[in-house]
């Protein structure tokens, strides 16, 4: 009897924890030995019928020139991290057409009351042959999703803790590791066992299901004393009314126990949060064909494709670190006056900086110096207010918006176009696009008319017709046409063009 060649598909997740949709998919994969067809494997959990388990399932891309029918054996199986098998399954003569594509349950690989991966990664392999020929040789290939995990971090100051009553909550300060707006409310409280309680309430209404939770108490002086970890999943529709849900943390230590620990009647909890919106990447990493596949030498592909991704991650890690040290180095150089060699005058401050920041970010400033070339230069004027004069500098230094919203993005805007500066330009229409609203989104269409900006107007007058109920009934709109009767009517027009 001749030897069983197939084809074999090996599927990494990564972060496999942060999946925040009831479906996963994997990279399509194609197999020409099983007469030129494309597959895909989907990844299913986090739904009712799926609850504490996680499922998978193959399935066949069909297109009009295929075969109209596949008849394959495959496998499943789940490998952890650490390349362990967890479970496996095998499915005899399954037929894969136009009309039966097997989504169900009884072709699902469902493992349970699975806790936690090493490494946070899950991996699947398809095994797949022929029914009942055998293949000319065997293939396999080499699948990676990753989920792209974001951290935030706050540290909150709770002071006067001695005075805390059992059960009444206390808002605490928080200061922000970053200068964004913070991620987390926090309260303290004191149980009636007087326990120390810490509750963490989210408040971004944009980041994913899945929540990742860290909460350290700390000294003054930098002492972790006790860490607690917790996460949970936002349902896909809250019920109006209900509150927002929470983390919430008891400590071992008891009041009195901080009290003793803690002198300064006051102590620091950093609080850290996880969470993932988008996939990373997904892709095809590697396919082969050979007359005979060794096993042992896939998985050492599988552990080479997992050290790569691990040294890529690493170096572009090192290299963004490097890249924020710079940065920091710059602000630096520029609040603290540092060897700055001209000032920017507006109309009532001037600013210390550095001639060669301006030259390189703004050609209107670069032409400035080099047309005085040779000359000592101590004043350059710029017709701006002082305080988006700051913003303007802060963003040449950091490349980055700082407390900014949709009118300070617009003026923003206009000052990018009168110092040509490309990049704040596109900076400050991402932020206008981003945050569109039908009371606003008459005065950026305006702005984008009025620039010649394209690419800025299509998308306003797409946002208009998706919201044109809301928009043509506003306050906003009516004055709109009273002042810009031609573009109010190019607008409106284009939804009947598309129709």
């Avoid at 803790?161 to 964004?180: C, D, Q, T, Y």
């Avoid at 617009?410 to 991402?430: D, F, G, M, N, Q």
């Amino acid at each position: 009897m001749g030897i069983r060649r197939g084809f074999t598909y090996y599927w990494q997740i990564k972060n496999f924890s942060f999946a925040w949709k009831s479906c996963v998919l994997s990279p399509d994969f194609f197999v020409d030995i099983m007469e030129d067809t494309m597959w895909r494997l989907v990844m299913v959990h986090r739904l009712a019928s799926f609850k504490d388990c996680i499922g998978c399932y193959l399935t066949r891309i069909w297109d009009e020139a295929d075969s109209p029918e596949c008849l394959i054996d495959y496998e499943l199986e789940y490998l952890d991290g650490d390349g362990f098998s967890l479970l496996q399954k095998e499915f005899s003569g399954i037929s894969f057409g136009k009309d039966k594509i097997p989504a169900r349950k009884d072709f699902v690989l469902v493992l349970k009351n699975y806790i936690s991966l090493p490494g946070d990664t899950l991996t699947v392999i398809c095994r797949m042959w022929k029914n009942p020929l055998l293949l000319r040789e065997e293939g396999r290939c080499f699948a990676v999703t990753k989920i792209k995990v974001d951290k935030t971090s706050c540290v909150a100051f709770v002071e006067n803790f001695g005075s805390l009553e059992p059960n009444i909550k206390r808002a605490v300060r928080i200061k922000s590791a970053s200068k964004e707006r913070a991620f987390a409310s926090v309260n303290i409280c004191v149980s009636e066992d007087a326990k120390i309680c810490i509750e963490v309430i989210p408040i971004y209404n944009e980041i994913s299901k899945v929540l990742k939770c860290t909460v350290i108490l700390l000294g003054f002086e930098g002492k972790q004393l006790e860490c607690c970890r917790d996460e949970f999943e936002r349902p896909e529709k809250k019920p109006e009314d209900t509150p927002e849900q929470s983390f919430k943390f008891q400590f071992i230590h008891t009041k009195s126990e901080l009290d003793r620990l803690f002198k300064e009647d006051s102590f620091y909890v950093q609080c850290e949060m996880e969470y993932s919106t988008v996939i990373d990447y997904s892709k095809i990493e590697k396919t082969e064909y050979a007359l005979n596949l060794s096993k042992d030498m896939a998985i050492s592909n599988l552990k080479n494709i997992h050290s790569a991704s691990v040294e890529d991650e690493r170096l572009n890690y090192l290299k963004e670190e490097r890249l924020d040290h710079l940065k920091d180095d710059l602000i630096s150089f520029y609040q603290n006056n540092i060897l700055c060699d001209v000032k920017l005058k507006t109309r009532s401050e001037s600013f210390p900086v550095h001639s060669l920041v301006l030259r390189a970010r703004s050609a209107v400033f670069h032409n400035h110096f080099l047309n005085d070339f040779g000359r000592s230069i101590q004043f350059v004027q710029a017709d701006l207010d002082p305080d988006i004069a700051r913003r303007m500098l802060f963003f040449l230094y950091s490349d980055s918006l700082e407390d900014i919203d949709s009118t300070i993005a617009r003026r923003l805007y206009l000052v990018a176009i009168t110092y040509e500066i490309p990049s704040l330009k596109r900076k400050c229409s991402l932020f206008l696009l981003q945050n569109l609203q039908p009371s606003n989104c008459c005065d950026t269409l305006l702005l984008a008319d009025k620039h010649q900006d394209r690419s800025m107007k299509a998308v306003i007058q797409d946002y208009i017709h998706q919201h044109d109920e809301e928009i043509y009934s506003s306050n906003e709109w009516n004055n709109f046409i009273k002042n810009n009767s031609l573009l109010a009517a190019e607008t409106m027009c284009l939804k009947f063009k598309k129709k």
